[in-house]
């Protein structure tokens, strides 16, 4: 019984993993598009990128910044929660396969 649920936590752990990542590169692509589209030029522009890497974290600088949060503050909660995930998510991976290991006995 302790090995189902171990893969199944493993499993659920490293999914949450992979569709953290998957989230952070469509609305990073998404809201430069919408930049884009607002403000002119190139989704592939730096400014772009660094405007939306900015937005999630604290007050906004720039107009690109201040059209994010006016915009679109629900995609910005999900690429916030997103990236929380892509940080934690490999520490939690880490230590179940560790407490599987040593403490389980399952690998």
Do not use: C, N
Request: aromatic residues 8%.
């Amino acid at each position: 019984m302790t090995v189902v649920l171990f893969w199944t936590v493993s499993v659920l752990i490293a999914f949450a993993i992979a569709l953290a990542a998957q989230m952070r590169v469509l609305i990073s692509y998404s809201l430069r598009r919408a930049l884009a589209a607002k403000l002119g030029g190139s989704p592939a522009d730096p400014a772009y990128r660094a405007a939306i890497l900015l937005a999630g974290r604290g007050a906004p600088q720039d107009e690109a910044g201040h059209h994010l949060r006016s915009e679109y503050p629900v995609p910005l909660a999900w690429l916030s929660m997103s990236r929380q995930v892509s940080l934690i998510g490999p520490f939690l991976l880490l230590m179940v396969v560790l407490a599987g290991r040593y403490g389980l006995g399952v690998i």
